[in-house]
């Protein structure tokens, strides 16, 4: 039985966090990731970030497929990867966790 309250505690507190930062942002999100891509070194951080984005949207398609769900199950998961990269996947370990009990 594995219970997703790690997972629920992250995703509250992080999107809580990111929900404060939007809200008190002096630059669009959009703004702030041309920003991120303009120097080498922020953009090198950037690509990593989203390369682990890319390996855990390849996860969440595996093992929805090892629970016999469809790719279409998985695509709200994987949008919410590409916009807030964690809250993604933190989702998806809370509902399936949840689902599980």
């Known amino acids: ?6 997972a629920l505690a992250g995703l509250l507190g992080f999107s809580l966090y990111t929900l404060i930062t939007m809200l008190t942002a002096e630059q669009s999100l959009l703004a702030f990731g041309r920003q991120l891509l303009s120097r080498p ?15 855990a949207c390849v996860w969440m398609y ?7 769900r469809s790719v279409a199950s ?5 949008v919410l990867t590409a ?9 998806y370990i809370v509902i399936t966790g949840l689902r599980d009990e």
């Open 62 to 68: 595996r093992d929805a497929r090892r629970r016999g």
């Open 83 to 91: 916009l807030f990269v964690s809250v993604g996947p933190l989702l």
């Open 41 to 55: 070194d922020t953009a090198q951080v950037v690509i990593d970030l989203y390369l682990m984005a890319l390996l």
């Open 74 to 78: 998985v695509l709200p998961y994987w």
């Open 1 to 6: 039985m594995h219970r997703p309250f790690i």
